[in-house]
C-alpha cells in the first residue's frame, strides 16, 4: 500500500525503511532536506512539503508521523489539515500525550491512530512494539504497515478508543523507569560492595536463564562491556522525564499507588541537582536539635 511518513529522524526513518523492505510505496517527508534525501537513498519517494506528499498520495492517504511530540505534531496537522477527508487515516507514532492525542483525534478529519511505540533506534532490524488506540477501521486499514513495521502480527495491537494507545504507552515507560531503577539499584550495591565483581560477568550470567533476564539487562551487559565495570566517565546524570512525569501525574488523579515509579522519576530529577537544598537544611537542623557538627562546602 502507500504510506506517507513524515518525521524522518532516529525513529522515522525506521519506520519508512521497514515499510519500503516490506514492499509498500512510501512518499517521505522532513524539514531536513538531508533527512529526506537518506529515505530516498532507502527506497522512498521524496517530497518537498508536506502539501506535495499530499499530492503524490493521491485518494485514501495513509500517513504516518515520527515527528518530536507536542508542537511538530500540531504543525504538521495544520499544514495536513486542508488535504485530509474522513476516508484517510493518520497515525501518531511518537511519544504524544494520550489527552493531546484525544484532542487531535477530534479535531481532525481524518481518523486518527494514536499509537505507542517502543524498541527505539535498537530494534530497526527486529521491529518495534506498536500499542494503537483509534477507530477499528483504520487500526485494519493500517495493518500490512503495522505489520511492516512491528516485529511482525504479535508485535502490534489496538489497546481501544482514541487515546488508548498512547496511555499504553505512557504506562510502560513508567515501568521502564522502574526497571532501570531498579537494575541501578542491584549493580550499584554489587560494585559497592564486599567483592571485586566483573558487572559484565554478572549482567551476561544473569541474561542467560536468570528471574531477571531482559532487554534492559542486555543493555546493562553492553553498557558494562563498552564503559568499563565502573562505567568509565559516563556522568550521574540522567535527561528526559516527561512521559514517566504524566505516569505519575495520571496515577495520582486515579488514585493508584505507583510509589516505585514515582521514585525512579525522583531519583531522575535528583540526578540533575547539584547539592540538593533538602540535604543541607538536614544537615544544618541537626545541629539546630542535636548540636551534631554541620558540614560545610569547603570541608568536601
Ligand atoms: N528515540 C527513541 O528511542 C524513541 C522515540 N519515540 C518518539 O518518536 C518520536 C520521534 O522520535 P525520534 O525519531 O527519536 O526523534 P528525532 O529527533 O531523531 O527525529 C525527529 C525528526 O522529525 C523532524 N521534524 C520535526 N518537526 C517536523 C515537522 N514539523 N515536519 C516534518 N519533520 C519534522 C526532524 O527534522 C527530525 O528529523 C518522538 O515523539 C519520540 O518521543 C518513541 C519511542 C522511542
Ligand atoms: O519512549 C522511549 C523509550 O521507551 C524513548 O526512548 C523516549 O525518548 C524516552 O524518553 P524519557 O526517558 O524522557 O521518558
Redo the contacts with the bound molecule.
Keep these: 500500500m502507500e504510506l506517507g511518513v513524515?518525521?524522518?529522524?532516529?525513529?522515522?526513518q525506521i519506520v519508512a525503511n521497514r515499510s519500503v523492505e516490506a514492499g509498500h510505496d512510501v512518499v517521505a517527508?522532513?524539514?531536513?532536506a538531508e533527512?529526506t534525501a537518506t529515505a530516498a537513498e532507502n527506497g522512498a519517494e521524496p517530497a518537498d512539503s508536506?502539501a506535495d506528499l499530499c499530492e503524490r498520495l493521491g485518494e485514501e492517504k495513509r500517513i504516518w508521523l515520527?515527528?518530536?511530540?507536542g508542537d511538530?505534531v500540531d504543525?504538521?496537522l495544520a499544514?495536513l489539515e486542508p488535504h485530509l477527508d474522513g476516508d484517510d487515516v493518520v497515525v501518531d507514532?511518537?511519544?504524544?500525550h494520550f489527552e493531546a492525542s484525544t484532542r487531535r483525534a477530534e479535531e481532525t478529519d481524518a481518523a486518527y491512530l494514536d499509537c505507542g511505540?517502543?524498541?527505539?533506534?535498537a530494534s530497526a532490524e527486529a521491529g518495534f512494539s506498536l500499542m494503537v488506540g483509534g477507530p477499528a477501521w483504520a487500526y485494519e486499514a493500517m495493518v500490512p504497515v503495522f505489520d511492516a513495521v512491528a516485529t511482525g502480527p504479535d508485535g502490534h495491537d489496538r489497546m481501544g478508543e482514541s487515546g488508548s494507545g498512547h496511555y499504553v504507552k505512557m504506562v510502560h515507560n513508567g515501568v521502564e523507569y522502574a526497571l532501570m531503577q531498579a537494575y541501578g539499584e542491584g549493580f550499584e550495591l554489587l560494585a559497592d560492595g564486599r567483592y571485586d565483581l566483573d558487572m559484565e560477568s554478572v549482567a551476561r550470567t544473569w541474561n542467560n536463564g536468570a528471574v531477571i533476564r531482559s532487554w534492559l539487562l542486555e543493555l546493562c551487559e553492553e553498557a558494562f562491556r563498552e564503559e568499563g565495570s565502573d562505567l568509565g566517565d559516563v556522568a550521574d546524570h540522567v535527561a528526559g522525564g516527561s512521559t514517566g512525569t504524566w505516569t505519575v501525574e495520571e496515577a495520582l488523579e486515579q488514585e493508584v499507588p505507583v510509589p516505585i515509579i514515582y521514585q525512579a522519576l525522583a531519583e531522575r530529577f535528583d540526578s540533575r541537582n547539584e547539592g540538593r537544598f533538602s540535604r543541607r537544611l538536614a544537615n544544618r537542623l541537626r545541629y539546630g536539635f542535636g548540636r551534631h557538627e554541620v558540614a560545610r562546602r569547603s570541608d568536601d
Design positions: 513524515i518525521g524522518l529522524g532516529r525513529m522515522g517527508f522532513d524539514l531536513s533527512a508536506v515520527m515527528v518530536p511530540a511538530a504543525a504538521t499544514d507514532g511518537g511519544n504524544s511505540t517502543s524498541g527505539g533506534p
